[in-house]
């Protein structure tokens, strides 16, 4: 099977440039001219792991099929894991599918390409902390849901019990720590609001932090309110406090332990440990290494995204957030269309930092920050915050299904909340 263009990973970055050049090369020459790989069936969104992972997203909704977004955008989709990279002979290697019995349905596939971008994203990172696998990730929908499954049977518990409460310990202050945080507030308050009295449990979270203070990465002004807004609504915040091993119910910490019924791991990121098996550089973290125009060091491969090592400024990388998998995808779909027509595309790829947004859950009351838009810092909280949150997530959505059907998709999961709820508890 032969692509002109093959893009592993359908998340963030790799979905929105197989659908921007579907819709400029796929239209006008075929779609198997760009082919997208992804190991999954169907998609969405990362940075709303945290809200499958509370239950206030129902990932059946809200998941979206790499077929038929590839019919309607004018590419291919096959599904498949990356097994193997050969730049020279040009070509890429996709492990085998099996089923549940453990039965072979599709061998391993060779596809051979004139380019080859590669979107896999990351993981979290352990730092090789001893017990970790004690503790919940949330790198992928599976793992939201596993951990979905888990709170809904410690509600239960807790709700029975005779401390009526119910622990969860994350580690990692980033953005994923903080907003799992707000979400399990959330998501609490809601299930509160439905269960008598009697059976009516506390909620108590704490949030560890090994640097001196939360969203690190942020300016200093969002992580003061965000660590305010946590605080006020009873989150323990524990900065400075570096987690030495996780045991079964414990997170163990210089001088004791702290208990918790719940714990997951958010700490750091780290792409896979099998992207050094390629051929191609890769750093410390495992991120393949890529020039200011995004090409690794073999020819004709890409990377981009959260895998991608790209230099930022002197001292930084570009970082791991959706709003760079989006200006990369928009820049490599520059780049590959110019190619593709044997045009120069000489320019380099700019990251610009339109700011951050952190959702802290409830419509009301919580702040939600930004910083450096417009090369200016300023600060937006509250509702218009979490507002312009959710137009990343619809711009998402409009990048790859265009406005209209944005619209008619949002509009139909307001209503179906409306009318099923707003958490899901099955
Ligand atoms: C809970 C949470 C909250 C976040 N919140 C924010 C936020 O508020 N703002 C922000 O900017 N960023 C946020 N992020 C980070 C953001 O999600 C990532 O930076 C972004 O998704 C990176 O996009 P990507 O395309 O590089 O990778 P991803 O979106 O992770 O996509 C990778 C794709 O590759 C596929 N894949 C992986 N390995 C293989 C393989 N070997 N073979 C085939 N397919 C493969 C996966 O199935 C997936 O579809 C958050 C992340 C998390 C987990």
Request: charged content about 20%; glycine content about 10%; overall charge positive.
């Amino acid at each position: 099977m032969h692509s002109d263009i093959v893009i592993v990973g359908g998340g963030a970055g790799g979905l929105e440039l197989a659908a921007r050049l579907g819709r400029s090369l796929g239209a006008r020459y075929g779609r198997e001219r760009v082919l997208l790989v992804d190991r999954s069936l169907f998609h969405i969104w990362k940075p709303t792991l945290h809200e499958v992972a509370a239950g206030t997203l129902d990932a059946h909704q809200e998941g979206l099929s790499y077929t038929v977004l590839a019919r309607r955008n004018h590419f291919s989709f096959a599904i498949g894991e990356l097994k193997s990279v050969d730049a020279q002979k040009k070509c890429i290697t996709l492990n085998e599918i099996r089923d549940a019995k453990d039965e072979v349905l599709v061998p391993n596939r060779t596809l051979s390409y004139r380019w080859l971008v590669l979107a896999i994203g990351s993981g979290s990172n352990s730092f090789s902390t001893p017990g970790v696998e004690h503790a919940h990730l949330l790198e992928n929908v599976r793992d939201a849901q596993q951990f979905h499954s888990d709170w809904l049977s410690a509600c239960a518990k807790a709700s029975f019990s005779t401390t009526r409460a119910l622990s969860v310990a994350i580690v990692g202050a980033g953005a994923t720590g903080v907003e799992l945080s707000a979400e399990l507030l959330e998501a609490h308050a809601v299930l509160s609001e439905s269960l008598g009295s009697a059976q009516r449990f506390r909620l108590d979270i704490t949030l560890v932090e090994g640097s001196g203070r939360i969203l690190g990465g942020l300016p200093e002004k969002i992580s003061a309110q965000a660590e305010v807004a946590l605080r006020r609504k009873q989150v323990r915040v524990l900065t400075n406090t570096r987690v030495v091993g996780i045991r079964r119910g414990a997170l163990l910490v210089p001088g004791g332990e702290i208990a918790a019924d719940l714990i997951v791991w958010a700490a750091g990121i780290k792409a896979a440990d099998t992207n050094a098996e390629y051929g191609l550089e890769t750093n410390r973290i495992n991120q393949f290494v890529v020039d200011s125009h995004l090409r690794t060091t073999a020819p004709d491969v890409f990377a981009m995204g959260d895998c991608a090592a790209c230099v930022w400024t002197e001292d930084r990388l570009v970082p791991a957030r959706a709003q760079a998998a989006h200006q990369q995808a928009d820049y490599l779909s520059r780049v590959l269309v110019a190619m593709l027509r044997e045009r120069e595309y000489s320019q380099a790829f700019v990251y610009r930092d339109f700011g951050s947004l952190v959702s802290l859950g409830e419509n009301r009351g919580v702040g939600n920050l930004m910083g450096g838009l417009a090369g200016r810092n300023f600060f937006v909280e509250g509702l218009i915050a979490k507002w312009m949150y959710i137009s990343l997530h619809l711009n998402h959505h409009r990048a790859i299904l265009g406005l209209g059907k944005t619209m008619v998709l949002a509009l139909a999961r307001l209503l179906q909340q409306r009318v099923s709820g707003r958490l899901k508890l099955h």
